[in-house]
Nanobody, 120 residues
Framework: VQLQASGGGLVQPGGSLRLSCTAS????????MGWYRQAPEKQRELVAA???????SYADSAWGRFTVSVVDANNTISLQMYMLKPEDTADYFC???????????????WGRGTQVTVSS
């Protein structure tokens, strides 16, 4: 299983970016999927994610500015970010809890980070 994230880059404060993440491989079921981020010298933190019931959780800092959504049935989600701030600068990681074995419980997978830099 691989999680491939894309869409990071450099943006000015107040700007927008859209990240995408696609899960591929021997996937039977994706139960949870979302985004975390890690800024330099800080712990990794939740940004936005779907839980196994389809409910969405957002970090307080993301409410009203970020939207996570399912792009299509090909195991892809996106993170649309508006009104970006310098404090949003971080490596953004896609994560998913994926079942790969029939009747198996599954496990969490992480993709490589995509860097988001918000700076003038």
């Amino acid at each position: 299983v691989q999680l491939q994230a894309s869409g990071g880059g450099l943006v000015q404060p107040g700007g927008s970016l859209r990240l995408s993440c696609t899960a591929s491989g021997s996937i039977i079921n994706i139960r949870e999927m979302g985004w975390y981020r890690q800024a330099p010298e800080k712990q990794r933190e939740l940004v936005a994610a779907f839980d196994r019931n389809g409910r969405i959780s957002y970090a307080d800092s993301a409410w009203g500015r970020f939207t996570v959504s399912v792009v299509d049935a090909n195991n892809t989600i996106s993170l649309q970010m508006y009104m970006l701030k310098p404090e949003d600068t971080a490596d953004y990681f896609c994560t998913a809890f994926i079942q790969t074995i029939p009747l198996g419980t599954g496990r969490t997978y992480w993709g490589r980070g995509t860097q988001v830099t918000v700076s003038s």
